[in-house]
């Protein structure tokens, strides 16, 4: 699995309502939430992010409610992946679970690293990152074999409780 685009970075303990406020919960079509994705810190965040973006951040990314609302928004804005330094296990859950989003935890180094509007592309089963726009080759660990095909699969729904102990068990 590759992943191509631009990071979008952002700090420590950013919340499910930053990520979507709370106001457009009632919302149900993940491309009106998309409209509103990150407009609780970055209220530009959805005129700069593209197709296969990718966010960066510090500790504690999507703290907060358990809301999925929070991965559909930013899946459908454009984000393919999220490298933070940690993720609040619900929303880490959630990204898998729905298969929409590629969680990655990362550490300081990789974060340093890391700038908004750095364009990289993301080899998430060598666990490797190519920042394109500087020239770097950076490690990061790879996604467990299991996270990888469930998010292959499009989320946890779509695959047969024995085959995923199949999977498990490889």
Known sequence: MRIRGYVHKYGDKIDTDVIIPGVYLKEHDPKQLAKHA??????DFVKRVREGDVIVAGRSFGVGSSREHAVYALRYAGIRAILAKSFSRIFYRNCINTGLIIPIEIGDDVYRSLETGDLVELYVEEGRLRVESKGLELKIGPPSRIVIEIIR???LLNIDPEELKRIASQ
């Open 38 to 43: 990150m407009e609780g810190i970055d209220p």
């Open 153 to 155: 699969r499009g989320g």
